[in-house]
C-alpha cells in the first residue's frame, strides 16, 4: 500500500473504534462520546495496541502518516483552544466579581497545592521530571494539570445535565472562566525562557498592540469576513507565541480571549465548535495516544495516575466546600460545583502535551496525566447527576410547602 492508502486506513480507524465502542457499549451516561475518544487515543497508541500488536502498528501509524496526522491535530486544537478562549465572558465574571473571585480562587488554589504536594513527593524518585525541568517548573506544572478545569467540556457535560442556561450553569461557567485565564498566564510563567526573555516580552508587547488594532478592524468589518479574518489572527498569534519560545496553543489561547462572540452568530460558532470536535478533535487523541509509554510498568503509572486524582478531586472538593461556607451557599451546591470543577477532559490533555513537548515532564508523566484526566471526565456525570437531582427535588418541595 502507499502512505495515502495507509493514511486513510489509520483515519478509519480512528473514527470508527470509538463510535462502535460509544454507540454499541451504550456509554453516554458516564462516558460521552468525547471522552471514549480520548480513551480509545491511548488504547491505538503504543501502550496497548502497539504492544499487542507490534508489526501491525508500526504499518499503520509508519512515520510518514503520523506526520500527516500530526498537521491535522495541530490545526485541530488551534481552532479547539481559540474557541475555549471565546468562551470566556469577563464582563459577568466582573459583575459577580466577590463571588467569582472566592470561588475561582479556592478552587484553582486547592489542587493546585495538592498538586504540587504529589510533585515535591515524585522528585524524589527518578523517570517523573522531565530533563529540561527546574525543579519549580515541574512542581507548578504537576500543580496546576492537577488545578485545570475543562471549560469547553465543561460546557458540554452541563448541556447534557440541562443546567448549562440556569443560574447555576452560569456561575460554574463564571468560575471556570477565571481558572482558565489563570491557568494560562501560569503556564506562561512555566515556559518562560530566560535565555529567550526577549524574544517573548516582545511578542507580548506586539500581541498587546495588534489586539488593539484588530480588534478595531473587526468592529468595523462585514460578519462574513470576521470568519476569515478571525482565522488569520489565530495562525499569526499561534506562529509568534511558538516563535517565542512559549507554544502554539498558548497564542492560539490569547487569540481567543481578545475576541468578542458577539462578532459571530452563536448558532454559528455552536456549529464550529461541535464540527471540530466532531471532525478534527479525534485526530489529535490519537496522535496524543501515540505519546503515552508504560515505560516504568504499568503500576507506577497508575499508582502516579490515583495520586494526581485524588489530589485534584479532593482540591477541587474542599475549595468548593470552602467557598461555600464563605458564600453561604444552599445545602448540596458546593458538592455539585466541586466535581463539576474537576472535570479535565481535553484541556488536561493539551496542558500535559505542551508540558512534554517542552521537556518539563516524562512520556511516563504524561501517560498519568492522561489516565488522571480521562477518570476525572468519566466520574463527573454519575456522581453530579443524583447529587442534582436530590437538590432540584429539594427545592421541588420547599416551593410546595410555602
Given amino acids: 500500500m502507499n502512505t495515502t492508502e495507509i493514511f486513510l486506513l489509520a483515519m478509519l480507524l480512528i473514527f470508527v473504534a470509538p463510535y462502535l465502542v460509544w454507540r454499541l457499549g451504550r456509554t453516554d451516561y458516564f462516558a460521552p462520546l468525547v471522552v471514549v475518544q480520548i480513551i480509545m487515543g491511548i488504547v491505538l497508541g503504543p501502550g496497548v495496541l502497539g504492544a499487542v500488536f507490534p508489526d501491525y502498528h508500526t504499518f499503520v501509524f509508519n512515520p510518514d502518516v503520523v506526520k500527516s496526522l500530526n498537521g491535522i491535530a495541530w490545526w485541530g486544537v488551534m481552532l479547539f483552544v481559540m474557541l475555549a478562549g471565546m468562551e470566556l465572558d469577563l464582563k459577568k465574571a466582573w459583575q459577580h466579581r466577590r463571588e467569582s473571585v472566592t470561588t475561582a480562587g479556592l478552587s484553582l488554589g486547592m489542587p493546585l497545592l495538592f498538586g504540587c504536594a504529589a510533585a515535591a513527593l515524585l522528585l524524589n524518585y527518578e523517570g517523573w521530571m522531565g530533563v529540561k525541568a527546574a525543579d519549580w517548573q515541574f512542581t507548578l506544572g ?227 496525566l492522561l489516565l488522571m484526566a480521562a477518570a476525572s471526565t468519566m466520574l463527573t456525570i454519575p456522581v453530579v447527576y443524583p447529587k442534582l437531582n436530590k437538590v432540584q427535588n429539594r427545592r421541588l418541595v420547599e416551593q410546595a410547602s410555602s
Avoid at 512559549?246 to 452568530?265: I, N
Wanted: charged share 15%; hydrophobic share 60%.
Fill in 142 to 368: 504537576i500543580g496546576m494539570a492537577c488545578a485545570v478545569t475543562a471549560l469547553p467540556v465543561l460546557v458540554l457535560l452541563m448541556e447534557k445535565l440541562a443546567i448549562l442556561r440556569q443560574p447555576m450553569g452560569q456561575r460554574i461557567l463564571r468560575y471556570a472562566s477565571l481558572d482558565d485565564v489563570a491557568i494560562w498566564g501560569v503556564l506562561a510563567l512555566i515556559l518562560l525562557d530566560w535565555n529567550r526573555v526577549g524574544r517573548q516580552l516582545g511578542f507580548l508587547a506586539a500581541f498587546v498592540v495588534l489586539t488593539f488594532l484588530f480588534r478595531r478592524l473587526m468592529a468595523r468589518i462585514p460578519g462574513g469576513d470576521r470568519w476569515y479574518v478571525a482565522l488569520f489572527w489565530l495562525i499569526v498569534c499561534s506562529f509568534g507565541a511558538d516563535w517565542a519560545g512559549l507554544h502554539f496553543m498558548v497564542g492560539a489561547f490569547l487569540a481567543g480571549v481578545v475576541m468578542d462572540a458577539g462578532w459571530f452568530e452563536q448558532d454559528k460558532l455552536d456549529s464550529l465548535f461541535k464540527t471540530v470536535l466532531l471532525v478534527l478533535m479525534p485526530v489529535f487523541f490519537l496522535s496524543t495516544g501515540l505519546r503515552t509509554q508504560w515505560n516504568m510498568g504499568s503500576y507506577s503509572v497508575f499508582f502516579v495516575a490515583g495520586l494526581l486524582l485524588v489530589a485534584s478531586v479532593g482540591g477541587k472538593l474542599l475549595g468548593a466546600r470552602m467557598a461555600g461556607k464563605v458564600l453561604r451557599w444552599k445545602e448540596g451546591e458546593a458538592s455539585i460545583i466541586g466535581w463539576l470543577l474537576q472535570t479535565k477532559g481535553l484541556i488536561e490533555i493539551i496542558f500535559a502535551n505542551i508540558l512534554l513537548d517542552k521537556q518539563i515532564i516524562t512520556s511516563e508523566t504524561f501517560t498519568a
